[in-house]
């Protein structure tokens, strides 16, 4: 929820009906995440002389701003992550000298069990488990599961012969998403398109810890790190305490590009 005025109300709504005995909210408002999240930035402004300004909209950060080094940027990416209650991060952070035009911002969350169909030929996948980048708690890839052809001559003797092929499951980077529901996702790639995507290896994946908190609308068994974030251990000082001083950005930008053709998925 956006503000702590509409968990009021929910509350206020569950007193009138009657047979309610207690109740226990998961919510997450925004506006006491910002402040949490501005209050751990704060130690990292003062060491660096920078200024970082921190919108939040349904749980997702936004950075913005300019700081000296990509690693100062980086450090603010994972601060902000840190906090089990983000759903993402979407960093806009700026570095001299260092162009990050091409970065994809989008935030794709693909749901659990949903198809997704590649370009062209239309061949479905249903989503098996999502692979999370824990420096921003974004999705970079996800896997797919479904019949799959080994070449485009395998395809045309399926056709031909009503042969099916094996099942296999898929690694597919969120770049080639070209659009996502809550229902079903659409791919910019054909099913063919080899170089675009990888059979799933079990080596290159791990487990998150146990006690990391996935992002909404995830449950731990749906989330797999890349290999490497296996023996990284960040820990990123918080300042609850402190008065903070980042600035609230305006929240409609972030509002229009979360929820525009209802990408999150979600």
Not at 73 to 96: F, L
Not at 201 to 221: E, I, M, Q, R
Request: proline content about 5%; overall charge negative; some cysteine.
């Amino acid at each position: 929820m956006i503000s702590t005025t509409n968990r009021q109300r929910v509350e206020k709504a569950l007193q009138t009906v009657e047979g309610i005995h207690g109740s226990k909210s998961n919510l997450v408002i925004d506006d006491e995440l910002m402040r949490e999240v501005a209050a751990s930035l704060e130690l990292l402004e003062q060491i660096h002389h920078c200024k970082i300004l921190t919108g939040i909209s349904h749980e997702v950060v936004i950075l913005n701003g300019e700081v000296s080094s990509m690693d100062v940027r980086r450090n603010a990416e994972q601060c902000a992550a840190s906090h089990p209650k983000v759903r993402g991060v979407i960093n806009y952070i700026r570095v001299p000298g260092v162009d990050l035009e091409l970065q994809d911002h989008r935030l794709l969350q693909p749901p659990i069990g949903k198809e997704i169909y590649f370009l062209g030929d239309g061949i479905p996948g249903r989503v098996r488990q999502v692979v999370i980048n824990p420096d921003n708690r974004r999705v970079v890839a996800m896997t797919i599961q479904g019949h799959y052809y080994n070449s485009r001559r395998n395809l045309t003797l399926s056709n031909n012969s009503g042969a099916q092929s094996a099942e296999q499951l898929l690694v597919i980077p969120m770049s080639i998403m070209g659009h996502l529901t809550k229902s079903s996702g659409f791919l910019t790639i054909q099913s063919t398109d080899f170089t675009k995507y990888q059979k799933f290896d079990a080596s290159l994946f791990t487990a998150p810890n146990k006690d990391w908190v996935p992002p909404y609308p995830y449950c731990p068994d749906d989330v797999l790190f890349p290999v490497e974030y296996q023996q990284v251990d960040k820990k990123i000082e918080n300042v609850p305490n402190q008065a903070s001083s980042t600035l609230k950005m305006e929240e409609q930008v972030l509002i229009e590009q979360l929820l525009a053709n209802d990408s999150l998925g979600g």
